[in-house]
């Protein structure tokens, strides 16, 4: 599976930006998919995760009530909709699936394939 993410950018505090993250491959809607992220000299972290059909989603509390993850089986797409952003939100945000069906996976190592990418900047 190549996952090519894409969507971030610079923006100011309390604004908002939409990730995308295009899936390659016939098996995309059996993949659990995640979004994760980087800052410098940090772990990377959970942000949020969807279940093949949608139907189950996790998010970390970080950003519960101002991020939405959804997908389109059609277009083998993840998004990630990211509102009232915060200056530590700032990082690099990396798509990610996760071949194993379960809900509630959090751990970077969990996930089988991983996109390159895409910087989002928060300024205060």
């Known amino acids: 599976v190549h996952l090519q993410a894409s969507g971030g950018g610079l923006v100011q505090a309390g604004g908002s930006l939409r990730l995308s993250c295009a899936a390659s491959g016939r098996t995309f809607n059996t993949y659990v998919m995640g979004w994760f992220r980087q800052a410098p000299g940090k772990e990377r972290d959970f942000v949020a995760a969807?279940?093949?059909?949608?139907?189950?989603?996790d998010y970390a509390g970080s950003v519960k009530g101002r991020f939405t993850i959804s997908r389109d089986n059609v277009k083998n797409t993840v998004y990630l909709q990211m509102n009232s952003l915060k200056p530590e939100d700032t990082a690099v945000y990396y798509c990610a699936a996760d071949k194993e069906p379960l809900y509630g996976r959090r751990f970077y190592w969990e996930y089988d394939y991983w996109g390159q990418g895409t910087q989002v900047t928060v300024s205060s």
């Open positions: 969807v279940t093949g059909s949608g139907g189950n989603i």
